[in-house]
């Protein structure tokens, strides 16, 4: 496995992680264990935390990976990206503003996020995991540049 799949796989186990450390700490939290639920979010968000740095370190110092599927696939897998994208980045916020709630023992309004941060975060890692899919396992394409040699120009 090279540095252009194994940075994206170790990260997409991230995603898988944490969305299964979410869907235990969900049922914690059903069964009225406070504490181990809270333990159990917490990883979660380190989890990731993890991904998105390896995500963004990947980007900035290796690049990313072009679409290789035919082309009468790829405008549907662009519009699939971008309704990952942005699900990915509302989930980010949710995740955090739920976290806040919690951490500042707002439980009422962490009850009422945290129903919402769910789903949301569930459809997230469902479709990275898809986008992980196209890209390395069904249609493997080329390498973009790293961000810093598109900034610099080199």
């Given at each position: 496995m090279d540095?252009?799949?194994?940075?994206?796989?170790?990260?997409?186990s991230f995603i898988v992680i944490s969305a299964?450390?979410?869907?235990?700490?969900?049922?914690?939290?059903?069964?009225?264990?406070?504490?181990?639920?809270?333990k159990t979010m917490i990883a979660a968000a380190v989890a990731a935390l993890l991904?998105?740095?390896?995500?963004?370190?990947?980007?900035?110092?290796?690049g990313n990976t072009s679409w290789g599927g035919p082309d009468n696939l790829k405008v549907y897998y662009q519009v699939f990206l971008i309704f990952h994208i942005v699900l990915a980045s509302v989930a980010a916020v949710f995740g955090i503003t739920t976290l806040v709630l919690?951490?500042?023992?707002?439980y009422a309004k962490h009850r009422k996020w945290g129903r919402t941060t769910l789903v949301i975060w569930f459809f997230t890692a469902i479709t990275?995991?898809?986008v992980y899919i196209l890209l390395y396992m069904l249609y493997p394409g080329g390498h973009t540049k790293p961000v810093w040699?598109?900034?610099?120009?080199a």
């Open positions: 540095v252009f799949t194994l940075f994206p796989t170790i990260s997409t299964v450390l979410v869907a235990i700490g969900w049922a914690l939290i059903i069964k009225g264990k406070r504490e181990a639920h809270k991904f998105f740095i390896i995500y963004m370190s990947r980007t900035v110092f290796i919690g951490f500042k023992e707002k990275g995991v898809a040699e598109v900034i610099l120009g």
